[in-house]
């Protein structure tokens, strides 16, 4: 099982940053996938931004060129650093994972995995 906690949010400015960290824990072997999402009200989560093993890294669209994914391999951790905050960047935003760990039949799998998530409001 992978524990994912995340921290950073807050209320911040139009125009302004935030940088969101979320630290692994738990029972795993390596990430195949690292990422943020975001949700608000009445919509699908959708995907922010992630990064792969490999290291291939996706932004969506509304994000690229302002938002930022690092990994630290070595900590189990991914940030993401958020500049230029528009309004429409308020949201829940998760961490996510997918991750190979052992099933209950000690076959290794891949799984998924959120954190708690932690809100970002843009505002004045």
């Known amino acids: 099982q992978v524990q994912l906690v995340e921290s950073g949010g807050g209320l911040v400015q139009p125009g302004g940053s935030l940088r969101l960290s979320c630290a692994a824990s738990?029972?795993?072997?390596?990430?195949?996938?690292l990422g943020w999402y975001r949700q608000t009200p009445g919509k699908e989560r959708e995907l922010v931004a992630r990064i792969t093993r490999a290291g291939t890294i996706n932004y969506a669209d509304s994000v690229e060129g302002r938002f930022t994914i690092f990994r630290d391999s070595a900590k189990n951790t991914v940030a993401l650093q958020m500049n230029s905050l528009k309004s429409e960047d308020t949201a829940v935003y998760y961490c996510?994972?997918?991750?190979?760990?052992?099933?209950?039949?000690?076959?290794?799998?891949?799984?998924?995995?959120w954190g708690q998530g932690t809100q970002v409001t843009v505002s004045l």
């Open positions: 996510y994972c997918n991750a190979e760990v052992l099933d209950p039949f000690g076959e290794s799998a891949r799984r998924d995995y």
């Open positions: 738990g029972r795993f072997f390596s990430f195949n996938i």
